[in-house]
Each structure stands twice: as C-alpha cells, then as structure tokens.
C-alpha cells in the first residue's frame, strides 16, 4: 500500500493520456466483433485454419478473410472465404454485420439453412453461395437487400420458391431443387 501511494500523480496522467489517445481505428465495433465470433463458431471443421486463426490478438479487420471499411474503420464490409474446406452452419448472426456488401463462401460445406437474418443486411450487394450444401428455403427476406445484384446459389440442397429479389443482374439458381416462378422482373 505504501509503495502505491508513492506512485507520482504525473506518471498516472501519463498513464490516461497514453490510453485514452488510441486512435478509433483500433477498436473493434462490438457487434461486428460478436457477429464474427458467432461465425466462427458455427464452423466444425477448419483444416486450413483459417477462422481457428480469428482471435482477438489482432482487430478482427485483419482476420483471414475479412475486410473492413475505409471509412468506418472498425465494420466489415467483406467475408471472403472462398475454398477454405470449411464445414459448418451459417450463423445468423450474419445478420448483425450492417454494412456487409459482399459475402463469398464459394466451394465450402456449408449446410443447414441460410438464416432469414441475411434480410436485414440493406447494404449487401453480391452473396456467392455456389457449391456448398445449404438446404431448406432460400430466405423470403432476401428482397429485402434492394441493392443485391449477384446471387449465386449454384449446386447447393435449396428447396424454394423464389420471391421477388430486386436489382438481380447475375442470378445463379440452377442445380438446385427450386419450384415456384422466377418473378419476370428477374
Ligand atoms: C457498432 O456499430 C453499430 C452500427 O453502426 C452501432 O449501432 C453500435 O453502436 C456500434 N457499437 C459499438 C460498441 O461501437
Ligand atoms: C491468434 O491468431 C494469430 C494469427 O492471427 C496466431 O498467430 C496466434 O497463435 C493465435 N493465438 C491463439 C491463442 O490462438
Ligand atoms: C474447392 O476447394 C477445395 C478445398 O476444399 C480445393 O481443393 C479445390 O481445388 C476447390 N475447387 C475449385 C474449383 O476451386
Ligand atoms: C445479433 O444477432 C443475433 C441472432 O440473429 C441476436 O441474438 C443478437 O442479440 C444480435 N445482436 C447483437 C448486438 O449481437
Ligand atoms: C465443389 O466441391 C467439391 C468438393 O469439395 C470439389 O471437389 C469441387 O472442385 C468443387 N467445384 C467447384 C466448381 O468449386
Ligand atoms: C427480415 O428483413 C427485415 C427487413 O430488413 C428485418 O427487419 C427482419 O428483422 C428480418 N427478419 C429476420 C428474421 O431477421
């Protein structure tokens, strides 16, 4: 206790200054941090190691895979983990990365469904899904992301009937199980 007391009132505002000047830039949004985490959870099987390397030893910008925004430093816009041999389900924490624009898990396993919270993603702007195993519905709530253009879908377990999906110039569909109508729009 004495020895405390005789630590210099300087060396303590020297002390907050150097902690409380760490540039913004260095944090971590907390939702997007969770919403990766959650991610990577949802991953059984790494060989590569590529999301078993995600932790918070570096701001998660710099992750395999991910890219942030130039000008909000701290957000993804981009998961880009295309023939990484990873098997799992999609989280649908998914949904909680608010500025994400692009998403590429081309020629993975993924199986299980594609989370409706995808819907909530209003800035997305191309999903390549091609090669996986996702089943069930294709997400209803995917038109809600008025500036998707590219969805690609192909050779996946995808049972559905199609909403209307807005902005699609590139719409990979085939080999999959669909029924119901492809909006003429489309
Ligand atoms: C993370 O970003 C979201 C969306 O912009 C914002 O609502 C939230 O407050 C941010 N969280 C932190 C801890 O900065
Ligand atoms: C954290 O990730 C880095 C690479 O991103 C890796 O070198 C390090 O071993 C990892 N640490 C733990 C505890 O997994
Ligand atoms: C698909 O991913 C596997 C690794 O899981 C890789 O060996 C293979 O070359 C990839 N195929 C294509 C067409 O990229
Ligand atoms: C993110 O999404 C999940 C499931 O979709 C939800 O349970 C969670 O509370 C959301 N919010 C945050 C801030 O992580
Ligand atoms: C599809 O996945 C299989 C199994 O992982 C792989 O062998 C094949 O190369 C992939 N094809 C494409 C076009 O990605
Ligand atoms: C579906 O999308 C709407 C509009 O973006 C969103 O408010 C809603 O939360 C989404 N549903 C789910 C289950 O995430």
């Not at 206790?1 to 303590?12: G, Y």
């Not at 590139?170 to 003429?184: Q, V």
């Amino acid at each position: 206790m004495a020895k405390l007391s005789m630590i210099s009132p300087s060396i303590i505002m020297l002390f907050f200054f150097h902690f409380s000047t760490t540039p913004a830039t260095c944090k971590n949004n907390e939702t997007d941090l969770q919403a990766l985490l959650a991610f990577k959870n949802a991953i059984d099987h790494d060989p590569m190691d590529v999301v078993n390397s995600w932790n918070e030893t570096l701001p998660f910008c710099s992750w395999k895979g991910i890219l942030c925004s130039k000008r909000h430093q701290d957000r993804v816009v981009s998961i880009d983990l295309m023939s990484r041999g990873l098997t799992g389900s999609l989280s649908s924490h998914i949904g909680n990365l608010s500025l994400l624009r692009y998403i590429t898990l081309q020629n993975n396993s993924f199986h299980g469904q594609i989370p409706e919270e995808i819907g909530r993603l209003r800035r997305l702007e191309q999903i390549e899904f091609s090669n996986n195993s996702f089943s069930g519905e294709i997400p209803r709530n995917l038109s809600q992301c008025r500036h998707l253009y590219y969805l690609n879908l192909i050779d996946n377990d995808l049972i559905s009937e199609l909403g209307s999906l807005i902005e699609l110039e590139a719409l990979g569909l085939s080999r999959n199980r669909l029924s119901g109508t492809i909006t003429p729009f489309i």
